[in-house]
T-cell receptor
Framework: AQTVTQSQPEMSVQEAETVTLSCTYDTSESDYYLFWYKQPPSRQMILVIRQEAYKQQNATENRFSVNFQKAAKSFSLKISDSQLGDAAMYFCAYRSPPAGIGASGSRLTFGEGTQLTVNP | ETGVTQSPTHLIKTRGQQVTLRCSSQ?????VSWYQQALGQGPQFIFQYYREEENGRGNFPPRFSGLQFPNYSSELNVNALELDDSALYLC????????????FGPGTRLTVL
């Protein structure tokens, strides 16, 4: 079974600064997907960024980028120019490629989360 | 386009009771997954439904059951509630089981006393 570990329960950053959230995972699969989700106090889980394991290029979405190290099974999230609205719980998640009907490959396995505080 | 909605927002039950939580998938989505998120933890996969059939289940006992209807809305039923069932229950819909992204609802906060 796959596991996802986030070793930083809490992180803080000054507004406009850069912060990196860490995530490691364990899997024997060669093809999979990784995600970062943001959960603000409203509880709505919002997709921040995703990475396909077969892609060597790191994904980027505006101020958000990842450092995907497949051999090290590491998937960190970098937030640049942090804004007050970035304050939230961030979850790293793993997903196997869906194997069709009857398979359970399309579930998300989440880490424990990192609470990000942005200081003005 | 209407997003994923869940009802109720929160509810309180007592141990031993039964509860039904509801989820309305995003329009055009035929796959729904349910997750349990205990306080301070990441979500845990309960099960997934695809075109009204269960398509994968996590490590949850049989007293957790579900339904998906022809319009792709769904229910999560929990019988014989236990104190540890207190959690945020999230549903997430996808256009199909082969789609990578899951779109989450705002969740239902269940408290078991």
């Amino acid at each position: 079974a796959q596991t996802v570990t986030q070793s930083q329960p809490e992180m803080s950053v000054q507004e406009a600064e850069t912060v990196t959230l860490s995530c490691t995972y364990d899997t024997s699969e060669s093809d999979y997907y990784l995600f970062w989700y943001k959960q603000p106090p409203s509880r709505q889980m919002i997709l921040v960024i995703r990475q396909e394991a077969y892609k060597q290029q790191n994904a980027t979405e505006n101020r958000f980028s990842v450092n995907f190290q497949k051999a090290a099974k590491s998937f960190s999230l970098k937030i640049s120019d942090s804004q007050l609205g970035d304050a939230a719980m961030y979850f790293c998640a793993y997903r196997s490629p869906p194997a069709g009907i009857g398979a359970s490959g399309s579930r998300l396995t989440f880490g424990e989360g990192t609470q990000l505080t942005v200081n003005p | 386009e209407t997003g994923v909605t869940q009802s109720p927002t929160h509810l309180i039950k007592t141990r031993g009771q039964q509860v039904t939580l509801r989820c309305s998938s995003q329009s055009g989505h035929n796959t729904v997954s349910w997750y349990q998120q205990a306080l301070g933890q990441g979500p845990q996969f309960i099960f997934q439904y695809y075109r009204e059939e269960e398509n994968g289940r996590g490590n949850f006992p049989p007293r957790f059951s579900g339904l998906q209807f022809p319009n792709y809305s769904s229910e999560l039923n929990v019988n014989a509630l236990e104190l540890d069932d207190s959690a945020l229950y999230l549903c997430a819909s996808s256009p199909t089981i082969w789609t990578n992204e899951q779109f989450f609802g705002p969740g239902t906060r269940l408290t078991v006393l």
